[in-house]
Every structure is written in C-alpha cells, then in structure tokens.
C-alpha cells in the first residue's frame, strides 16, 4: 500500500487507514483497561461515552503521531491485549457488574468482547472494510 493511500485515502466514511488503525488502537488499550475495572467491580472508564466522541479524540490525540509510531502502537496495543485475554480464567470472563446506577444491563468481559462489526470482531469487522478498500486500489 503505498504511503499516500493510508494518510489521504477514506477507507471508512471520512475516515484514513492510518485514522481507523489510530481509532482501534484507542479501543483496544481502553478494552485492556475496562478487564481490570470490571474484574474489580469498577465500570469502564469508556462506559456511557460517546463513540463518536471517543473515536474523534483518539485520532486528535495521535494526529502529530508518525505513520511508524501510529502502527508499532497499534501492534503493541493488541499484543497487551492478547496478553491480558490470556491471563484471564474461565470465571474472570463471566464475572458480571450488575449495577443499575451504571448499566441497563449486566456488563461482562465475555459480553464486552462479543461485540459485532461488519459480522467479525471489531478488528476483523474493521479489516474487512481495510480489504475491501485495497482491493478497489
């Protein structure tokens, strides 16, 4: 892929390859986080934001960032997160906060990452799109 089409190029709505690997970087080292918090009974920082909003602030944040800093990042964020997943057991991923101050509904590791994009996991859903865009280059 050559340079220009990852920082000029939309992929996504107005959004760059280099914006959307920006953007799941943002989600992955927040879902790393959210393990934690939800393992100590604690709702995730991100729960009850905006995604729009958090999405626009993770490509701001990182807007200055090199191409090279921008994917070594991503990869680093889902090796942690590989790594943390690994860690869990069979009843880290069913623990459950059920806290109606917080959450209409219950709130579980194994729930978080059920999560659907384009029919695959947020970053399969989101490589999907990224192959569909290649091959119209």
Do not use: C
Not at 69 to 77: F, G, L, P, Q
């Amino acid at each position: 892929v050559q340079r220009k089409n990852l920082v000029k190029k939309k992929v996504l709505g107005k959004w760059t390859l280099r914006e959307v690997i920006t953007h799941l970087t943002a989600w992955n080292r927040a879902q790393t986080k959210a393990i934690d918090e939800i393992l100590t009974g604690h709702k995730p920082q991100w729960w009850g934001l905006n995604a729009n909003k958090f999405n626009n602030r993770a490509v701001i944040k990182r807007k200055s960032r090199s191409l090279k800093m921008i994917t070594e990042e991503w990869h680093r964020s889902f090796e942690v997160l590989i790594a943390r997943l690994n860690k869990l057991t069979d009843e880290d991923w069913i623990t459950t906060l059920q806290s109606k101050k917080y959450f209409k509904h219950r709130v579980s590791i194994q729930a978080m990452f059920a999560y659907r994009y384009e029919g695959k996991d947020h970053e399969g859903g989101h490589a999907k799109q990224i192959g569909v865009f290649l091959k119209t280059r």
